[in-house]
């Protein structure tokens, strides 16, 4: 079993910087990778805006690329997302997602993980 817990979220302001963050932990894993999604409110499904493998390479939803990055720790088994010139659209809960591998020969393959998520409110 694996945790993700997320912190950093909160009311901002529009064009505020907000930094979100997630650790994992729990029995011996290896991270294959990390993402953050959000849902809107009144939104059915929750979207895919960053992933970052463990190699360190990102991807991004195209409309937030340029205000929104996602960092990734593998020893430290963590994902940071800084949101730049937040918007009321980025009003969302954001969930932290983790691909995962365990240090055992009884769990073969790759698991996945959701974190609870941390509400993110953008009003003036």
């Known amino acids: 079993q694996v945790h993700l817990v997320e912190s950093g979220g909160g009311l901002v302001q529009p064009g505020a910087s907000l930094r979100l963050s997630c650790a994992a932990s729990?029995?011996?894993?290896?991270?294959?990778?990390m993402a953050w999604y959000r849902q809107a409110p009144g939104k059915q499904q929750r979207e895919l805006i960053a992933k970052i493998s463990s190699d360190n390479i990102a991807h991004y939803k195209d409309s937030v690329k340029g205000r929104f990055t996602i960092s990734g720790d593998t020893a430290k088994k963590s994902v940071t997302l800084q949101i730049d010139d937040v918007r009321p659209e980025d009003t969302a809960v954001y969930y932290c997602?983790?691909?995962?591998?365990?240090?055992?020969?009884?769990?073969?393959?790759?698991?996945?993980?959701w974190g609870q998520g941390t509400q993110v409110t953008v009003s003036s």
């Open positions: 997602y983790a691909d995962v591998k365990f240090d055992s020969p009884y769990y073969e393959g790759t698991y996945s993980y």
């Open positions: 729990g029995r011996p894993f290896n991270i294959d990778a």
